[in-house]
């Protein structure tokens, strides 16, 4: 009962991470500073790129505080003992090839796979914020994605789709920045190493498109 509370917390660290990205790059346009930018000394790339190493920042500092405090609160309870324990002894590990492991070394695992759902989320809320001129839209536009790259695919199993389709929603479903964040519980569609391959893709990109769409930005 206690892990799965977790759940809960990593669903509202995205949230508050959505919330509090998305006026990056919207609040200059509101604010009409985003023409003022573009005659800065350092351009509108290199404070594209100052924007979203403190998002960067900012999202892993929280989490990992928020980690902190969830492996305090496990420890109070189960005490230090129960992390050397075997993973296949916690009903919330549920991939075969986990269940071989540590307790401790399981959340390890997990604990970077969270890492690499919230740096999707940053990626992406920036995404949305630097892509729309309003706050409002860049949230919906974040939370479209968080919510349908994790529910749609879900969905879309029900029915008889085209293969092409199934592949494509099944990729989203793995970069889903809540997906990854309980990736030991629930497993992976693709072998690690693709994932982990796809996640670079998208970060890469994402980071390139910001800092180009930015960049071309007229205010």
Request: net charge positive.
């Given at each position: 009962?206690?892990?799965?509370?977790?759940f809960t917390?990593?669903?509202?660290?995205l949230?508050?991470?959505?919330?509090?990205?998305?006026?990056?790059?919207?609040?200059?346009?509101?604010?009409?500073?985003?023409?003022?930018?573009?005659?800065?000394?350092?351009?509108?790339?290199?404070?594209?790129?100052?924007?979203?190493?403190?998002?960067?920042?900012?999202?892993?500092?929280?989490?990992?505080?928020?980690?902190?405090?969830?492996?305090?609160?496990?420890?109070?309870?189960?005490g230090c003992?129960?992390?050397?324990?075997?993973?296949?002894?916690?009903?919330?590990?549920a991939?075969?090839?986990?269940?071989?492991?540590?307790?401790?070394?399981?959340?390890?695992?997990?604990?970077?796979w969270?890492?690499?759902?919230i740096?999707?989320?940053?990626a992406?809320?920036?995404?949305?914020s630097?892509?729309?001129?309003?706050?409002?839209?860049?949230?919906?536009?974040s939370?479209l994605?968080?919510?349908?790259?994790y529910v749609?695919?879900?969905?879309l199993?029900?029915?008889?789709?085209?293969?092409?389709?199934?592949?494509?929603?099944?990729?989203?479903?793995?970069?889903?920045?809540?997906?990854l964040?309980?990736?030991?519980?629930r497993?992976?569609?693709?072998?690690?190493?693709?994932?982990?391959?796809?996640?670079?893709?998208?970060?890469?990109?994402?980071?390139?498109?910001?800092?180009?769409r930015?960049?071309r930005?007229?205010?």
């Amino acid at each position: 009962m206690l892990y799965e509370a977790t759940f809960t917390v990593n669903l509202l660290v995205l949230l508050l991470i959505t919330f509090a990205l998305t006026p990056v790059f919207t609040e200059e346009y509101r604010c009409k500073t985003a023409p003022l930018i573009a005659g800065c000394e350092r351009g509108r790339k290199k404070i594209a790129g100052i924007k979203i190493a403190a998002a960067v920042v900012f999202s892993l500092g929280m989490y990992v505080l928020v980690d902190i405090v969830l492996l305090l609160i496990f420890i109070a309870y189960y005490g230090c003992d129960w992390m050397a324990g075997g993973a296949c002894l916690v009903n919330w590990i549920a991939v075969p090839r986990y269940m071989g492991l540590a307790i401790w070394q399981a959340y390890l695992l997990q604990f970077f796979w969270g890492m690499l759902g919230i740096l999707v989320m940053v990626a992406v809320s920036l995404f949305f914020s630097v892509l729309c001129k309003q706050t409002f839209l860049a949230m919906a536009g974040s939370l479209l994605f968080l919510g349908g790259g994790y529910v749609l695919p879900v969905i879309l199993m029900q029915f008889r789709v085209p293969r092409w389709l199934m592949r494509l929603t099944g990729w989203a479903f793995e970069c889903n920045p809540y997906y990854l964040m309980t990736s030991v519980s629930r497993g992976s569609y693709l072998g690690e190493l693709w994932r982990l391959l796809l996640i670079a893709v998208l970060l890469v990109g994402v980071q390139y498109a910001v800092r180009e769409r930015w960049g071309r930005q007229e205010g």
